[in-house]
C-alpha cells in the first residue's frame, strides 16, 4: 500500500492559510509557466533518482507530483535579481518539496 498525496493535504493548507499574495501579473504568469514547462525534465529526473533508493511502498508518481510541485513553487518565487541561477534555485525548491511530502506522511521526526 502506497502513500497518497490525499494524506497530505493538510500540510499544503496550513502553508497557504499565510498572507496572501496579490494576483500575479499576466507576464509574470506566461514566465512562470514558460520556466515550468522548460524545466519539467529536470523536475522528473530529480524524482526518479531520488525514488531510487526508498521503499516499494513509495510510488514513483507521488514523487515526482512532490518534484512538480516544488518546481510550480520555484517558478512562481523565482527573482532573476536575487537568484542568478534558475537551476541551481529550483534544484534546491524539487529536493525540498519532495523531503517535505515524505516528512508529511511519516509520523516519525526529522532525525
Keep these: 500500500m502506497?502513500?497518497?498525496i490525499?494524506?497530505?493535504?493538510?500540510?499544503g493548507e496550513a502553508k497557504s492559510k499565510k498572507a496572501?499574495?496579490?494576483?500575479?501579473?499576466p507576464e509574470a504568469l506566461a514566465r512562470r509557466d514558460?520556466?515550468?514547462h522548460q524545466y519539467l525534465p529536470l523536475a522528473n529526473k530529480i524524482a526518479r533518482r531520488r525514488h531510487l533508493g526508498m521503499p516499494r511502498s513509495?510510488?514513483?508518481?507521488?514523487?515526482?507530483?512532490?518534484?512538480?510541485?516544488?518546481?510550480?513553487?520555484a517558478s512562481t518565487k523565482f527573482d532573476e535579481a536575487v537568484q542568478p541561477s534558475f537551476t541551481v534555485f529550483a534544484r534546491f525548491r524539487i529536493l525540498g518539496a519532495i523531503d517535505d511530502y515524505l516528512r508529511s506522511c511519516t509520523w516519525g521526526g526529522r532525525s
Design 20 to 25: 496572501s499574495k496579490p494576483p500575479m501579473t
Design 58 to 73: 513509495v510510488s514513483h508518481d507521488e514523487v515526482r507530483a512532490a518534484a512538480h510541485l516544488g518546481l510550480l513553487d
Design 34 to 36: 514558460e520556466l515550468f
Design 2 to 4: 502506497g502513500m497518497t
Design 6 to 11: 490525499d494524506h497530505c493535504v493538510d500540510a
